[in-house]
């Protein structure tokens, strides 16, 4: 089991590559695309930023 979320999929993930596969069915709900991607990235966003500011000053403490 990760802790805290790492290593885990984004909600939402596996289910939005499937979904999302064909150009036919984003154009048919185009709205439905954005907002599920956007809530994606927002949750990649949140990840990296705090993978900046507790992930690598952590490393950098036990390497150095």
């Known amino acids: 089991i990760a802790p805290r979320g790492i290593a885990r999929c984004p909600p939402g993930g596996p289910h939005f590559w499937k979904r999302w596969r064909s150009a036919a069915q ?36 036990v390497l150095h």
């Open 26 to 61: 984003l154009q048919k709900d185009t709205g439905d695309f954005l907002k599920e991607a956007r809530a994606i990235f927002s949750t990649l966003r949140a990840r990296i930023e705090r993978e900046d500011r507790e992930l690598y000053p952590l490393a950098d403490r």
